[in-house]
């Protein structure tokens, strides 16, 4: 049975909003093609021509949908931003379950740099753009994230420490994006050592700012 491929939306920067099923479709293997261009060769070898001749589609069709190629990026871009806070929400849960805040932590990192490994058209997009929106829609994202992990762990915040906290959790986010760059730029060999320098940096930092029960 073949593979299910993942459905990619570009719903919040599409230039008209998709309503019909056949429209929705369309935009859907828009994406998909993106996605595998950028992975054959590259985020700046992209061009709309390619983009549809390979979806079967016209120039004017993709300029329905999308006003140039960077909206097309950044609609993929944001397509890969819901996965990565799904794992985020799915290993913060396991606090719940008594898990060490340490533990979520490093568990974080493997999952999105193993999701970094599999697609490299989200390795490109983060990494190799030197599109100013899509570093500001980056940054945004990691703000977010910050604010979702924060919800989580303030509630073992030591008493009066909230605020800080909430700037450590900020800062540590900004560094996780830098580590997460050096490791996957590094390899596999030496890329797993500095996630473990990240998680145990972090953790350590977070002892001043948490109950020590939940680390």
């Known amino acids: 049975?073949?593979?299910?491929?993942?459905?990619?939306?570009g719903k919040t920067t599409n230039r008209r909003n998709p309503s019909q099923i056949?429209?929705?479709?369309?935009?859907?293997?828009?994406?998909?093609?993106?996605?595998?261009?950028?992975?054959?060769n590259g985020i700046s070898n992209l061009k709309i021509g390619d983009i549809a001749n390979h979806a079967g589609v016209s120039p004017s069709s993709i300029y329905q949908y999308f006003s140039d190629k960077e909206t097309i990026i950044i609609a993929l871009a944001e397509h890969y931003m819901v996965q990565i806070?799904?794992?985020?929400?799915?290993?913060l849960d396991k606090l719940e379950e008594h898990a060490r805040v340490e533990d979520v932590i490093r568990q974080n990192f493997?999952?999105?740099?193993e999701l970094h490994q599999r697609e490299r058209a989200l390795h490109e997009i983060w990494f190799e753009s030197v599109d100013p929106k899509l570093n500001q829609l980056a940054f945004q994202d990691t703000q977010k994230n910050a604010?979702?992990?924060?919800?989580?762990?303030e509630p073992f915040?030591?008493?009066?420490?909230?605020?800080?906290?909430?700037?450590f959790v900020l800062l540590a986010s900004h560094q996780f994006a830098a580590t997460m760059r050096l490791s996957l730029a590094m390899g596999e060999e030496c890329g797993t050592d500095f996630i473990e320098m990240h998680?145990?940096?972090?953790?350590?930092?977070?002892?001043?700012?948490?109950?020590?029960d939940i680390l």
């Open 22 to 40: 056949r429209s929705k479709e369309r935009v859907e293997k828009i994406l998909l093609t993106v996605k595998t261009l950028i992975e054959q």
């Open 1 to 9: 049975m073949p593979t299910k491929k993942p459905k990619l939306s």
């Open 199 to 212: 998680c145990k940096m972090v953790t350590r930092a977070l002892s001043d700012y948490i109950i020590a």
């Open 110 to 113: 493997y999952d999105i740099y």
């Open 85 to 91: 806070s799904s794992l985020i929400e799915k290993n």
């Open 157 to 167: 915040a030591k008493q009066g420490m909230s605020k800080e906290l909430g700037e």
């Open 147 to 153: 604010q979702l992990i924060l919800a989580r762990i």
